[in-house]
């Protein structure tokens, strides 16, 4: 493999194009041109690592070819070396002027002639390697500043997330953090019980998007098909309509950053999901409370009222009594036999009613404690 540097030789001498051609091309690839117009041809189609141009030359002159050269974006880069008989600053400065790298005055001795060759061509590798180091410092200081735009983008769709309190708000939010990163999106969310919202920026989901997002879930949970993807989680199906195929880093990264996003909605769907099974498990809750509420109220109630009737037939069952007692000339001792015994049972009746009223009072208040509980909720 030659790896000997490419070097243009231009001069309308040819005895002075023989000498420089024998001088160098022990360590470099020589080519030769007898003009400029000639040269820069050659400058153009074979791009060498170094041009030697005769400042006098008929038609174009070196200093000429030099502008050319220079003016051109593609070959702007090629560095030019002029030789010359004259060594006058006015002559330096024009070489200066149109971006010559250095003089070599004729005539030269080939060992300096093979310095100063060597020498440019240092120059230019290490001018190479320091392009290419700051382009490579400049390409990841701006992957770095699009990442960090990225995850601020990232980190304000979540944000939006915990301002929902239902799955359609939830879709809505996710539609409009994946607008944040300049693509189009149509996003179903499966709900819990087993009904599904599909939405994009415009509104509800056409057929064929939604068919679409089901046979594609599945598949892998990142699946993408050219300018297509579609990302797939338990409980939610996102189809991207318009992934940037050939940009190979932003894709990467947008795959990344819509899994992280689409991953938060499903864990703020999960949430959103047993704030509503626990929602609805309060109102049943309180719903049973309120019913059971209500009828040991009309049961203590009735007891009350049933207390109080009893007290009010115990009462006419003595005054019957007695009044029958007048009427059947019982003797002394037969008509006290006959009280004792009924007061007796009264009193074993009024004493069970006694000992019900005090369960009966610790139901009233047990009923007042559930009234507050609803009240209070």
């Known amino acids: 493999m030659n790896d000997k540097p490419l070097v243009l030789i231009v001069d309308d001498d ?58 051109d974006f593609d070959i702007s880069d090629t560095p030019v070396l002029f030789l010359s008989a004259l060594d006058g600053i006015e002559d330096r400065l024009q070489g200066f002027d149109v971006g010559g790298e250095d003089f070599v005055l004729k005539p030269t001795n080939p060992k300096v002639l093979q310095a100063k060759v060597a020498h440019v061509l240092q120059l230019i590798e290490e001018r ?17 500043m ?38 189009d999106s149509v996003v179903e969310l499966i709900l819990s019980e087993g ?69 938060s909605t499903e864990y703020r769907l999960e949430a959103l999901n047993i704030m509503m099974k626990t929602r609805e498990r309060d109102i049943t809750i309180a719903a049973t409370i309120k019913s059971l509420t209500q009828a040991l109220s009309q049961i203590d109630q009735k007891q009350r009222e049933g207390r109080t009737s009893i007290a009010i037939i115990l009462n006419n069952i003595t005054s019957r009594i007695e009044a029958a007692l007048v ?28 000992a019900d009223a005090d369960f009966q009072d610790q139901l009233s208040n047990a009923i007042k404690a559930l009234q507050n509980t609803i009240n209070n909720a």
């Open 128 to 144: 190479q390697q320091l392009k290419s180091q700051a382009q490579y410092a400049t390409n990841t200081a701006m992957l770095a």
């Open 146 to 183: 699009v990442s960090m735009s990225e995850t601020s983008l990232l980190i304000e769709g979540i944000k939006r997330f915990n301002n929902c309190s239902v799955p359609l708000d939830l879709a809505q939010a996710l539609i409009s953090a994946i607008t944040l990163f300049e693509v």
């Open 327 to 354: 009427g059947l000339q019982l003797t002394e001792r037969q008509e006290s036999s006959l009280v004792n015994i009924v007061c007796h049972g009264l009193e074993e009746v009024s004493n069970t009613i006694i």
């Open 14 to 71: 040819l005895f002075m194009l023989d000498f420089i051609f024998d001088a160098l091309s022990e360590t470099c690839n020589v080519i030769t041109a007898e003009n400029g117009k000639t040269a820069l041809q050659l400058v153009q189609q074979q791009r060498p690592k170094l041009v030697l141009a005769d400042v006098k030359m008929p038609e174009m002159d070196g200093y000429e070819l030099c502008r050319q050269i220079k003016n």
């Open 195 to 263: 009904s599904s919202i599909a939405i994009n920026a415009r509104g509800p989901a056409s057929a064929l998007e939604t068919s679409i997002m089901h046979h594609m879930s599945t598949m892998d949970r990142i699946t993408q098909f050219k300018s297509r993807m579609a990302i797939t989680y338990p409980h939610i199906r996102v189809l991207i309509s318009n992934m940037p195929e050939h940009d190979d880093d932003r894709c990467g990264r947008l795959r990344d950053n819509l899994a992280i996003l689409i991953e």
